[in-house]
């Protein structure tokens, strides 16, 4: 599923009248026929498609994260997969006021790098890391990563957020990261390690322990990685559910 094959950001055309512009063959904005819908949502589809062919030619990508529906997000990976940037944080608990981000780890076009507190984990630094991401990929970002780095550091994430944990439910797919993890086949290097253990490694290392804050850095890169490993299945799966069929009428 690509941004092209959609017409559901239009004012008025919702997941049946898009079926039935699929089903009738038109499944890419180069096809579309306006006798297949009204007149006046028609003009609407045309002057979306005609202002929308110039924001994907210059990369808008936060362009098109207004014009989706929020449960839809997941039709822009295809477009702007190598520059959606797969995050996670570690914290010392879950109050945003109280608690402290301890690791930050990012997973953007193949490379990986953590910012680590009391290290280089600072407000510039995220908003190095965040300045060339076309949108963000998280799993429960959305009421946990995401509002956490904005009350901690003072930042402002208004990225198009690609939050897995809506998608995954779609999907029948429930539970936290690792449990969805394990039922679509992704294999951790350290799957006894859990989010409470995170909480442990960072107060072993302030207690200098060897080895706890390198334990804690690897977990929480093997979650932004495969964070990748997951939408890549999310979207393949939402594609033959949501598109496939009707495309192939």
């Given at each position: 599923?690509?941004?092209?094959?959609?017409?559901?950001?239009?004012?008025?055309?919702?997941?049946?009248?898009?079926?039935?512009?699929?089903?009738?063959?038109?499944?890419?904005?180069?096809?579309?026929?306006?006798?297949?819908?009204?007149?006046?949502?028609?003009?609407?589809?045309?002057?979306?498609?005609?202002?929308?062919?110039?924001?994907?030619?210059?990369?808008?990508?936060?362009?098109?994260?207004?014009?989706?529906?929020?449960?839809?997000?997941?039709?822009?990976?295809?477009n702007?997969?190598?520059?959606?940037?797969?995050?996670?944080?570690?914290?010392?608990?879950?109050?945003?006021?109280?608690?402290?981000?301890?690791?930050?780890?990012?997973?953007?076009?193949?490379?990986?790098?953590?910012?680590?507190?009391?290290?280089?984990l600072?407000?510039?630094?995220?908003?190095?890391?965040?300045?060339?991401?076309?949108?963000?990929?998280?799993?429960n970002?959305?009421?946990?990563?995401?509002?956490?780095?904005?009350?901690?550091?003072?930042?402002?994430?208004?990225?198009?957020?690609?939050?897995?944990?809506?998608?995954?439910?779609?999907?029948?797919?429930?539970?936290?990261?690792?449990?969805?993890?394990?039922?679509?086949?992704?294999?951790?290097?350290?799957?006894?390690?859990?989010?409470?253990?995170?909480?442990?490694?960072?107060?072993?290392?302030?207690?200098?322990?060897?080895?706890?804050?390198?334990?804690?850095?690897?977990?929480?890169?093997?979650?932004a990685?495969?964070?990748?490993?997951?939408?890549?299945?999310?979207?393949?799966?939402?594609?033959?559910d949501?598109?496939?069929?009707?495309?192939?009428?």
């Amino acid at each position: 599923m690509r941004i092209e094959n959609s017409f559901i950001p239009v004012r008025g055309v919702g997941e049946t009248t898009e079926r039935r512009l699929w089903e009738a063959g038109v499944t890419h904005w180069d096809e579309f026929d306006g006798s297949v819908v009204g007149e006046t949502t028609a003009d609407r589809i045309q002057s979306f498609i005609d202002t929308a062919r110039d924001r994907l030619a210059d990369g808008d990508a936060r362009y098109f994260g207004e014009q989706f529906p929020s449960g839809e997000r997941w039709r822009m990976y295809e477009n702007f997969r190598s520059d959606a940037c797969f995050f996670d944080i570690e914290t010392t608990g879950l109050s945003q006021h109280r608690d402290k981000v301890t690791t930050v780890s990012f997973h953007q076009d193949g490379e990986t790098t953590t910012l680590v507190r009391g290290d280089d984990l600072t407000a510039d630094a995220l908003r190095a890391q965040f300045s060339d991401a076309a949108m963000l990929v998280t799993f429960n970002g959305k009421r946990f990563d995401v509002p956490f780095l904005e009350t901690s550091f003072d930042l402002s994430l208004d990225h198009p957020h690609l939050d897995l944990m809506y998608p995954c439910k779609q999907l029948g797919l429930t539970g936290g990261l690792k449990v969805i993890e394990q039922e679509i086949g992704v294999e951790r290097d350290r799957p006894d390690i859990s989010g409470e253990d995170a909480v442990r490694l960072w107060k072993e290392h302030q207690r200098g322990r060897d080895g706890a804050l390198e334990r804690l850095i690897s977990y929480n890169r093997e979650d932004a990685v495969n964070l990748r490993t997951l939408t890549d299945t999310v979207a393949d799966r939402l594609h033959d559910d949501v598109f496939a069929p009707a495309a192939e009428r």
